[in-house]
C-alpha cells in the first residue's frame, strides 16, 4: 500500500517511456484493491493502455469491481461492448449486477447479448429479486449435506469441489426438498471422528433468511449475532435453500448505510462522491439547497412580522440568529443520537416515550444554562437587563423544543416507515429556526419599551 | 427476535407473580443479544433477580457483553464485587478489557484482587498494549503450525484442540522463532491430500499487523482485502505471531468508527447515547453548545459593525439569516462528502488539490444559482431590485467559500493529523456565518442609498 500518488507517478513514467513490459509487471505486484486508485489518476488514453494490460491478464474484472461503484460509468464509456461483456462474465452474481446496473440504457442490450448464455441466464435470474434485497448479495455456490452423511463423506464431498474456494467457513445440511436443515461449521467436520453423522454434528435451525430480506436487516442480523454466512432460503418455494451471503459482502452493507445516514442528515444523494464529476454534485445538490432556501424564506417572513420592533431596536436583529442557531446546534445534537440510535438498534434498550422525554430534559437542562450564560453576554454587551432576559427566555423556550423536535421528528419518520435520516434535518432545523426568531421577537415585542 | 418491550412484560409478570422457574425457562431460550435489551427495561430490583437468574446459567457475562458498553456502569454498580469479578473471569481478552475500563475507580482493585492468577495476568499483559490498538482486540488463542507437517498431521492438531471452538477459520504456519511464514484455509486443508506439508499449502507472506496498530487501521485492511482474520504480530521481538483479530470484533469497530465521524459532525461525545442518563447526556453536550455560542456572538459582533445600516433598512436584518443559513447548509454538505470520503479511503481515488478545486467549482455553481433564486424572491418580496442583486452576489461569494472551506478545513486536519470530523463543522459554520453577514451587510453598505 505504497501511496497511490507516487505508484500512479511511476506507471506513468513507464508508459509514456514505451516500456509496457516493465509497466506489466508493476500491475502484476498489485493486490485489485490497491490497482484500482491508480486508474482515476491517469489520462483516457494511459488508461486505454492500462485497462488493455489488465485484460491480458484476467485482471480486469476484479480490479474494476475494487473501484467506487460511482467510478465505473467512466469506465465502461472507454471500453468496447466485448470487452464489458467480458467483464460480466467473470464476476460473480452480485458484482454482476451491479456492475450492470451502471451502463447506460443505450448500450445494455448490445452489452447483455454478448454474455455466454448460462451467464444471461444468472443474471436474469438474480434480476427477479428486488434491488438490494438478500437475493442479489447472495453466492449460490455452497456446499450442501444430507443429515445421513458421515463427517468422512462430508471431507470427500469438499474435496471433490476442488480447490478454489477459500472462504468456505459452513456446509449446509438439507433435507431431500432441499429444504436447510442444520449448518456444519467445517472446523467441527474436521475435529469429529469419521464415522459420525452430519445429523449430530449440526447446528440445527440455524438462522436464515428469505431471498427478498433487504440487505441491511442481513447486515443486522450478522452484526447482532457475529456470524461469518447467512443461508438464503427461498419463501415461495418450501423454504428450499438457495445460497449463502458471506460476512464480506455485509461489511459493504453497512459502511454503506453508515454513509447513507451522514449523507442523508447533511442532504446528500450517495452517488455524490468526492471523485463525482463537479456537474452531478451540483445537479444532485441543488434540490436539497433549493428546498432550504423556501424554508430560509419562511423563517425570514417570521422575522418580516416583527419589522416595527426591529425598526426601533437594532440590538434584535444583531442577537436573534444567536438565538436561531443555537436552537439548531442543539436539534441537531439530539437528531444524531436518535437516527443513529434507531440505526444501531439502540432504541431497543429505551422506549420512544422515555427517549422524548429524556431529551427534552436535556434541551431544558441545556437552554438553561446557555440561556443564562447568552443572556448575560447580552447584558454585558448591549448593557440593558432585560435585553439579558429576553435572550434568556427565548434560548430556553427554543432550546427545549429544538430537544422535542430533534428525538419527536425522527422517531416519527421510523414509525411512519421511512428513513429516520432523510429530511429530519431540515424539518428539525426549519422549526428550530422559526421558534427562535418568532420567541426572541415575540418576547422582546412585549418588552419592547424596556429595550430602548 | 420478538418485539423487547413485549417480552420484557412478559417476564415483568412472571417475576411478579414470583414463578421464578418460568421466567427461568424464558431466559434459558434467549439469545443473549436478544436478551441484553430486556435488561434495561427492569426496576433496580427485577433487575437483580434477573442477573442472580444469569449467574446460576453461567449466561451473566455473555449477556452483559451484548448490551451497549455506556449502560456497563449501571449493572457493575448493582453487583457485588466478587460477581463482578466472576463476570471478568468468563470473558475473553478484550472484552475483559472494555468491562474493567466501565469499573468506577474506587472498585477496580477490590474486584480485580478477587480474580484467578492467570486471569489478572493475561489482563495484565493486554493492558500494556495501546487503547484501541491491535494488541487489545486480538484473541491469543489459534492454531499454530509447521511447514513440515502434513495436512494430516495438521488435522490431528485440530482435533486435539478440542470442539469448543467453531470459528477457526485459517492455520498459522510458523518458524521455530515462532515467526508467522504463511496461512492455510482450514477449507484447503480439508481438500487437500493427507501427505502433503504444510509449506505447499500455505498462502506465503500474509498480511499481519503489529500490536501496536490502531484497531481502525486492522478494519481498514480487512474491508480493502475482505479478510476473515489478521494475524497480529510483535514488531519488537522478532516479529513473533502473539495472536488473532476476527472479523466479528472488526464489524463492531467499523460500525463504531462510522457513529465517531456522525457524532463528531455534530459535536456529539461517544458517550452520549438514547440510553445514557440525561445529566450525562446535559454534561457532554454543553462544553459544544458552549463553544458555539461563542462563535455565535462572534457573528454577531460583525453583525454589529453595520448597525447603522440595519437601522436605516429593516429589510437587511429580515434576509441577512437567509444568506448565512444557507452558507452554512453548503459548506456542511462539501465536508460531509469529504470527511465520509476521508474515512473511506475515496480520497485516494482523487487529489487534495483536485478535490478542492472541484468543491469550489460545485460552490460556484450552486452559488449562482440559489444566489439567483435568493435574489428574485427577495426582489419579489421586497420590491427592490438593489436588494436582489446584494443578496444575489452574496449568496454567490458565500456559497463559493462554503465550497472552499468544508472541503479545506478537514484535509487540513487530516494534513495536520487530527480527526477531519472533530471541530471541522464549527469552524466551517462559523466562517459561512461571518461572511455572509459580512458580506451581505458589507455589499449593502455600499448601495445603502440605492436600498432605501
Redesign the interface.
Known amino acids: 500500500m505504497a501511496a497511490?500518488?507516487l505508484t500512479t507517478r511511476i506507471l506513468r513514467r513507464l508508459l509514456a517511456s514505451g516500456v509496457t513490459g516493465r509497466a506489466e509487471k508493476l500491475l502484476a505486484r498489485l493486490?485489485p484493491?490497491d490497482l484500482?486508485?491508480l486508474l482515476?489518476?491517469l489520462s483516457p488514453d494511459e488508461l486505454r493502455v492500462v485497462l488493455d494490460l489488465l485484460f491480458r491478464h484476467h485482471r480486469a474484472a476484479t480490479t474494476l469491481m475494487e473501484?467506487?461503484p460511482e467510478?465505473l460509468p467512466q469506465i465502461i464509456d472507454t471500453l468496447p461492448d466485448d470487452r464489458n461483456a467480458d467483464v460480466i462474465a467473470r464476476l460473480e452474481t452480485d458484482d454482476m449486477l451491479e456492475f450492470v446496473e451502471w451502463i447506460p440504457e443505450e448500450r445494455r442490450d448490445g452489452i447483455l447479448s454478448l454474455l455466454p448464455a448460462a451467464k444471461s441466464e444468472e443474471l436474469r435470474k438474480a434480476e427477479l429479486y428486488p434491488a438490494s434485497s438478500a437475493g442479489r448479495a447472495m453466492t449460490t455456490r455452497f456446499v450442501a449435506l444430507n443429515e445421513e452423511m458421515t463427517a468422512q463423506a462430508a471431507?470427500d464431498r469438499?474435496?471433490a469441489?476442488?480447490?478454489d474456494?477459500?472462504?468456505?467457513?459452513y456446509l449446509y445440511v438439507v433435507d431431500d426438498q432441499f429444504r436447510l436443515r442444520g449448518v456444519v461449521?467445517?472446523?467441527?467436520?474436521?475435529?469429529a471422528r469419521p464415522d459420525r453423522v452430519c445429523r449430530d454434528l449440526m447446528i440445527p435451525d440455524p438462522i436464515s433468511v428469505p431471498a427478498e430480506a433487504d440487505q441491511e436487516e442481513v447486515a443486522k442480523l450478522?452484526?447482532?449475532?457475529?456470524l461469518?454466512a447467512v443461508p438464503v432460503i427461498d419463501a415461495n418455494a418450501d423454504d428450499r435453500m438457495l445460497g449463502v451471503i458471506t460476512?464480506?459482502d455485509?461489511?459493504?452493507v453497512?459502511?454503506e448505510e453508515?454513509?447513507e445516514?451522514?449523507?442523508h442528515?447533511?442532504?446528500?444523494s450517495e452517488e455524490?462522491?468526492?471523485?463525482t464529476p463537479?456537474t452531478l454534485?451540483?445537479r444532485k445538490?441543488?434540490p436539497?439547497?433549493?428546498l432550504?432556501?423556501g424554508t430560509?424564506?419562511t423563517?425570514?417572513w417570521v422575522?418580516?412580522l416583527f419589522?416595527r420592533s426591529?425598526?426601533e431596536v437594532?440590538a434584535?436583529?444583531?442577537?436573534?440568529?444567536?438565538v436561531?442557531?443555537?436552537g439548531g446546534?442543539?436539534g441537531?445534537?439530539t437528531?444524531?443520537?436518535?437516527t443513529?440510535?434507531i440505526a444501531?438498534g439502540?432504541?431497543?434498550?429505551?422506549?420512544g416515550f422515555r427517549?422524548m422525554i429524556?431529551e427534552m430534559?436535556?434541551g431544558i437542562?441545556?437552554g438553561l444554562?446557555?440561556g443564562v450564560?447568552?443572556g448575560a453576554?447580552a447584558y454585558f454587551?448591549r448593557g440593558n437587563t432585560y435585553l439579558g432576559v429576553v435572550l434568556f427566555l427565548s434560548m430556553t423556550i427554543t432550546m427545549t423544543i429544538a430537544g422535542l423536535l430533534g428525538a419527536l421528528v425522527p422517531l416519527t419518520l421510523k414509525a411512519l416507515r421511512q428513513d429516520p435520516a432523510l429530511g429530519s434535518g431540515v424539518i428539525v432545523t426549519t422549526f428550530t429556526?422559526i421558534f427562535g426568531?418568532f420567541s426572541f421577537l415575540g418576547i422582546a415585542t412585549l418588552l419592547i419599551e424596556k429595550l430602548n
Not at 272 to 275: G, I, P, Q, S, T
Open positions: 497511490p500518488q493486490h484493491a484500482a486508485p482515476s489518476g473501484l467506487p467510478m471431507i469438499i474435496r469441489e476442488g480447490d474456494n477459500d472462504s468456505i467457513l461449521p467445517i472446523r467441527r467436520l474436521v475435529a450478522v452484526a447482532r449475532y457475529n461469518l460476512v464480506d455485509v461489511i459493504d453497512i459502511t453508515a454513509t445516514d451522514i449523507y442528515l447533511a442532504g446528500l455524490d462522491r468526492v471523485f463537479a454534485s451540483v445538490r441543488l436539497w439547497l433549493i432550504n432556501l430560509a424564506f423563517s425570514a422575522v418580516g419589522e426591529l425598526e437594532v434584535l436583529a444583531i442577537l436573534m440568529p444567536v436561531a442557531g443555537m446546534n442543539g441537531v445534537q437528531l444524531t443520537v436518535i443513529r440510535g444501531l439502540e432504541i431497543e434498550f429505551s422506549s427517549t429524556k430534559s436535556v437542562a441545556v444554562t446557555i450564560l447568552g453576554m454587551w429556526d426568531f
